[in-house]
């Protein structure tokens, strides 16, 4: 066989076609992948394959704009090849709101999804382009997405407290808030949460003061407020600042049902500070109160703690 045997127009032609079949074959494997899923055309560029749907029908569970997410993500080329085998293995949170740099593409992908749905993006062209790299031609280049959404949230809306109904409801949050830290034994979170309620209502404004039932909100929250935080800073023996923010407020309790336990955090913190006397001293006021006799037990226990203290 000759030379131009070897280089005959249809040789040359066969030749390129087996790599036009190549690649072909190459650029299928990922489609070969997600051809099995149904298909849903996003934008030009942007092409969904829904692996699980979403069973939620909760409109605040669709991803959007403000939404935070929970999310697993499988980033692969048209080869299949997996790019990023350590992020996927791990579950990672994103704000949409946030300014965080995202794909274009990816963007557009999340805000097309639900929680628990699971499906492949195919990015290609302009929507592969990061804000800040937009000299970067991949109007060839196309990747997958295999994106997993295990969790959305929405931002609360900032609650108005230019009324007194509504800083009741804010009151009533930061209470509630703190009593489910303090049951989970989060006694720090619990004494911070009781204590923004505290410092919500040192910061009364003052045309509120005259609404109606205003004082008495302010003077029943702040009270339980106060009471509450001092139960948390006994649990992490803080007894000075326990002490130090329940005597103003003893005099203050008639009537209240909880002022038996102030009476019994505020004596068990001035035995922990050795202040025996003064503790034998709040011992003999609540002995007075008509529920004394139910709770005389507990109290003559630290009357004992108390004479034991002096007599060391």
Sequence with gaps: MNQSDWFSIENDEDFLQQGVNQQKKVKSEMENIVSKYEKVILEENLIKYIVIASKNDDPSKKVNEKSRIKIKCEEKDEKANLLNPTQYLNTFKISLSSSIPLIKGFRLALLSMKEGEKAWFKISGDLLEKPDNIENSLKDHVKYYLIHIEEVSQPQQQLDVTNVENRLIQLEKFKEEGNKLF??????????????????????????????????????????????????????????????????????????????????????????????????????????????????????????????????
């Design 183 to 312: 049951q989970n034994g989060d006694y720090i979170g619990a004494a911070s949460r009781y204590l923004r309620g505290i410092n919500f209502i040192e910061k009364w404004p003052k045309n509120l003061n005259k609404e109606k039932n205003s004082e008495k909100i302010k003077e029943d929250f702040y009270l339980v407020l106060v009471s509450n935080r001092a139960q948390a800073l006994l649990k992490l023996k803080d007894f000075q600042e326990c002490q130090k923010i329940l005597e103003p407020i003893m005099q203050r309790l008639e009537q209240r049902e909880y002022k038996i336990k102030c009476y019994y955090r505020l004596i068990s913190c001035l035995i922990n500070l050795e202040e025996y006397q003064k503790a034998l001293d709040y011992i003999n006021i609540i002995k007075e109160d008509s529920r004394y006799p139910q709770f005389e037990q507990i109290f003559k226990e630290l009357e004992d703690d108390c004479n034991q203290g002096q007599q060391k």
